[in-house]
């Protein structure tokens, strides 16, 4: 009996989303392991992920000085950033230069305090993510 409890609560807390959040540092680039979106507690649905792009990540990022902050990503996906909760508009976007390793980038203006990004829509593998002014 304590062995089927067991495997139910397994089975249960297995299935569950987690948030499997990955600190990162503003002026730094980290390369990151994307997980199966379906995996991720995500602070809102990300667009409906079409194998084989449904991976993701979600990181945290404390800013302490207000400004034009630039997300870099190394691989084509969707960047999002949150603010308690609340997904943020972003103020540009562009592509990197070729050859630069840089896919995307997204500009946001942030002040200072607590943020998640979002990462989806993503092919599974790693991936390069910096965060800069």
């Known amino acids: 009996m304590k062995l089927k409890i067991a495997a139910l609560m397994a089975s249960l807390f297995l299935s569950q989303p987690i948030l499997a959040e990955v600190p990162l540092d503003p002026g730094s680039t980290a390369t990151i392991r994307l997980s199966p979106q379906g995996e991720l507690a995500y602070p809102a649905p990300p667009k ?12 945290s990022i404390d800013i302490d000085e207000p400004g034009l902050y630039h997300v870099a990503l190394g691989a084509r996906g969707w960047i999002e950033v949150f603010r308690d909760g609340k997904a943020l508009a972003s103020v540009g976007h562009r592509h990197g230069e070729a050859g630069s390793g840089i896919a995307k ?12 990004i979002a990462l989806s829509g993503m092919t599974p593998g790693e991936v390069s993510i910096g965060v800069s002014r």
């Open 48 to 59: 409906p992920p079409r194998a084989p792009a449904n991976h993701g990540a979600i990181l």
């Open 105 to 116: 980038i997204v500009d946001f203006e942030l002040e200072a305090g607590a943020y998640k």
